[in-house]
């Protein structure tokens, strides 16, 4: 019997940015609930807008999305913009869970210092539904 070993080096891109790190805060300022027949049902969608502050509460932007409910427990299907002044944008979708649990939800593109973002946001409710701390992970072309 042989083995064989077979190694490969992946190239890296020249001038790949490193990952960065920000936490922000959504901070709700309104909500539209649509009701397709069951209340609490799949399928409810919450149509949202906020603030986007630091962490002492100074605006840097607005956020605006979509969740739509999974299951009878409260997990969503979100889909969220997260516009940071003179920064640019960074679209995100996922699942977020019941609180008090923390999502991990996808980074999927980004515009002006965000064009070309990968990575993950980390979305922790802090004041019930009405403030979440977002954890962004994220590294651009």
Request: aromatic share 6%; net charge negative.
């Amino acid at each position: 019997m042989y083995h064989v070993t077979i190694c490969a080096a992946l190239p890296v891109a020249a001038g790949a940015a490193a990952a960065e790190q920000l936490t922000l805060y959504s901070v709700a300022k309104g909500d539209h609930f649509v009701e397709l027949g069951q209340e609490g049902g799949a399928g409810n969608m919450t149509l949202w807008r906020s603030d986007i502050e630091d962490e002492q509460g100074g605006k840097l932007g607005t956020g605006a999305g979509v969740c739509t409910r999974l299951d009878a427990a409260g997990n969503h299907m979100c889909n969220l913009t997260i516009d940071h002044d003179g920064h640019g944008t960074l679209i995100v979708s996922g699942v977020q869970v019941v609180e008090p649990a923390t999502a991990t939800l996808t980074i999927v593109g980004g515009t002006g210092d965000y064009q070309g973002a990968t990575g993950t946001v980390g979305s922790t409710p802090v004041e019930d539904r009405a403030r979440f701390r977002y954890e962004i992970d994220y590294r651009t072309d």
